[in-house]
Structure formats: structure tokens, C-alpha cells
């Protein structure tokens, strides 16, 4: 029982942290991606 209850509360920490490591990148990834069809729009618009 101990065997399966270690792996959960690690990933119960991992869970927790990960938001705060991949908040930012994938905010950047989310502008850059926004900033690209923004970039299209005008060009197909000249």
C-alpha cells in the first residue's frame, strides 16, 4: 500500500510547482503565436 501511496504525493508536489515553472512559458508561447497572426493579418491585408 505504501508502494502506491509515495508516487501520488510526489506527484501531488510536482503538480504544485508546475504551473509556476510553465505559467511564463507558455504565456510567452501564447504571445508569440497571437503576435504571428496579428503579422499574417496585415500582410495578407496590403
Do not use: S
Amino acid at each position: 500500500m505504501l508502494g502506491l501511496l509515495l508516487p501520488l504525493a510526489h506527484a501531488g508536489h510536482v503538480l504544485v510547482t508546475l504551473p509556476i515553472y510553465l505559467g511564463p512559458v507558455l504565456l510567452l508561447i501564447v504571445g508569440l503565436k497571437v503576435a504571428e497572426r496579428i503579422e499574417k493579418r496585415r500582410r495578407t491585408e496590403k
